[in-house]
């Protein structure tokens, strides 16, 4: 069946570094990706989102790269901070679909180190 | 900054007891929607709602499970009669505009427990 996953379930970073966190999916009528961020005890937390016609958007601290040839989508943050620490979700809307019906990826667990 | 707001933030239940779980959405979104977190899974959709009707519904929304929208502002999740599988969190969610037009705001979440 369809699918979105994510390769790592943890990330470990130094503050300051740059983090990458990747994401899989298996449909290719996918037209509509986002990544959240979910902090302990809260819901998901819109970071930054990119359509398939595009392969590169640029939030504040954070890219988002779509490649939809090996169907990748990867969120980088820029110089990772202690409040970065959180499960990151890719999650995909299909273009078949309607709504805003997302299906989230398992989640990596981002750990910033001071 | 809006929010969308959600009670109780935890319910604790016997299994076969009804439950409803509330929404405030935010005030100018049209489309509704509830998601749920099993403890240490992926959120999975559930439902979506719009102009007082179910625009779409997975898998897991069997007949157990119902939505309302009582007045202009509420946004209600209710199942029927609980089983130990629906212990997990209940997210409301809710965006201006369909199909990734806009940013989909999620509330803080219900956490069901059913024994």
């Known amino acids: 069946g369809e699918s979105v996953g994510l390769h790592l379930p943890t990330l470990s970073v130094q503050e300051g570094d740059n983090s990458i966190i990747n994401c899989a999916y298996s449909n290719s009528a996918s037209d509509y990706f986002i990544w959240y961020k979910q902090e302990s005890g809260k819901g998901p937390q819109f970071i930054i989102d990119?359509?398939?016609?595009?392969d590169k958007r640029q939030g504040q601290r954070v890219t988002v790269l779509l490649n939809k040839t090996v169907k990748h989508l990867s969120l980088q943050i820029a110089a990772t901070q202690p409040g970065d620490s959180a499960v990151y979700f890719c999650?995909?809307?299909?273009?078949?679909?309607?709504?805003?019906?997302?299906?989230f990826g398992t989640g990596t667990q981002l750990k910033v180190e001071l | 900054e809006p929010e969308v707001t959600q009670t109780p933030s935890h319910q604790v239940t016997q299994m076969g007891q009804e439950v409803i779980l509330r929404c405030v959405p935010i005030s100018n979104h049209l489309y509704f929607y509830w998601y749920r977190q099993i403890l240490g899974q992926k959120v999975e959709f559930l439902v979506s709602f719009y102009n007082n009707e179910i625009s779409e519904k997975s898998e897991i929304f069997d007949d157990q499970f119902s939505v309302e929208r009582p007045d202009g502002s509420n946004f209600t999740l209710k199942i029927r009669s609980t089983k130990l599988e629906d212990s997990a969190m209940y997210f409301c969610?809710?965006?201006?505009?369909?199909?990734?037009?806009?940013?989909?705001?999620f509330g803080e979440g219900s956490r069901l427990t059913v024994l």
């Open positions: 969610a809710s965006s201006e505009r369909d199909r990734g037009g806009g940013e989909l705001f």
């Open positions: 999650a995909e809307i299909g273009a078949e679909g309607g709504g805003n019906k997302l299906t």
């Open positions: 990119i359509r398939s016609n595009m």
